[in-house]
């Protein structure tokens, strides 16, 4: 296989969508590769940007800070994970910090870069916008089974932990 099929096959599987070789050209100069390295900070929670960030290689871990020098572990982010999709979209403040576990690469985009490509390109900005309402609404449905097992938990315990 080609390296250009393998980067067809790639941005295929990373929209859920087909796409063609232009479109595959498009997502190649309007994507940026970033190199992280252990311990990393990608983003910091309450810090704002309007980048999207899509891990493509690696271990990203997804901490809010729990007061004091404590942190809660949320979610590991493995290859094909979206990250800053609100910030992306609306330029909100990130509400946790993500920080490489070892040696990852994610791929960025930067909302300018996207707006950019509206005109020229409407199917293919709708379709990686397609792939953020996914990768957000798969976050609120893991949060919502996370809620009714926690609820169910503290009902069946009377409230006691």
């Given at each position: ?77 493995k290859p094909g994970d979206i990250a800053g ?15 490489a576990t070892r040696a990852s690469h994610v791929?960025?985009l930067h909302r300018d870069v996207l707006e ?46």
């Open positions: 296989m080609s390296d250009v099929q393998k980067f067809i096959n790639t941005c295929t599987t990373m929209l859920n969508e087909n796409i063609n070789e232009q479109e595959c050209d498009l997502l190649s100069s309007a994507f940026q590769l970033r190199k992280l390295a252990v311990d990393e900070v990608l983003l910091r929670e309450g810090e704002k940007d309007d980048t999207l960030y899509i891990v493509i290689e690696g271990d990203v871990i997804v901490t809010r800070d729990a007061g004091g020098d404590e942190h809660v572990t949320l979610q590991h982010l999709a609100m910030g992306f979209i609306d330029g909100s403040s990130h509400s946790a910090t993500l920080s791929l960025e950019g490509m509206i005109d020229a390109h409407p199917q293919l900005v709708y379709k990686i916008m397609k792939m953020i309402v996914r990768s957000v609404h798969k976050t609120m449905l893991q949060m919502n089974r996370q809620f009714v097992e926690m609820n169910n938990y503290i009902m069946k315990e009377h409230g006691r932990y």
